[in-house]
């Protein structure tokens, strides 16, 4: 793993939707950064402002503060413009911090920003699309269900009692009322490793999920549906991965995609550098 010095110039690029989520937070991260390195703050509008920043970063280490949306971006325009094997990224995770934390990264402001700054580059696997599209931590079929909150039904008081019983119920902890988005049915996939069929598209598919592992190969487990007792999961592990059904989604780090018919996902060994605490 490779360390840097606290000299080393950094490029801090602060995603909008960060701003608005928890500008706090990314007070805090700019004050740390600013404080430990010579950084240059950006403030980009946009997607194209975003990228335009980090194309331009020139000899500047660049760090995101953001997202999962914000990190699988930054990693998907350095894959596009190759240059993603030359280049060590840091992320202070603002909003949704799964993502990162699931690779490694602390998830408050102060020790993630700390990391970046005291921090060494760890090498990663990276699964690449035939799209080339990027996966960082993992995908699965189908998509999990989305739960959303229920949207607040506004409360109108006729008398000050009235209002104030509102307030108590308003005040009042209990669990707020949520409303599943159901998932789709079972599927019937074609699952190939390495060119070798683990599952046919005879059998009824519960789940399939993928995940960079370790020395350039991917670990792939699936779910066949069962009536009654579970099914056996079938795993396998291989440096290529194709599925092929009838217009399917899959969820891939942050967000969904799809549907396709058929998509191939290839690991890429030691892809990229992500700064890490050390170890």
Known sequence: MATFATSEQLLVIIDPAARQTDGESVRIAKDVLSAGAAAKVCLPDGPEEFARALGRRGSRRPVVVGDGHALVRTVTLLHRARELAGCALSVVPVGDTGLAESLGVPGGAVAAARAVLDGAER??????????????????IPPRPVVRAAAAVPVTASSGRAWYRSLVRTLAP??????????????????????????????????????PGTGGLAAVEVRPLSVGAEATPVRASGRTVTVVGADFRYRADAGVSGPVRRRTWRVVEGAWGLVLPPA
């Open 174 to 211: 209990r669990p707020p009322r949520l409303a599943a988005v159901p998932s789709p049915g079972p599927a019937r996939l074609r699952v190939e490793v390495d060119g070798q069929t683990v599952l046919d598209l005879d059998q009824p598919v519960e789940t399939v999920s993928v995940t």
């Open 123 to 140: 090498r990663l696997d990276l699964l690449v699309d035939d799209s080339d599209g990027v996966v960082l931590s993992g995908l699965g």
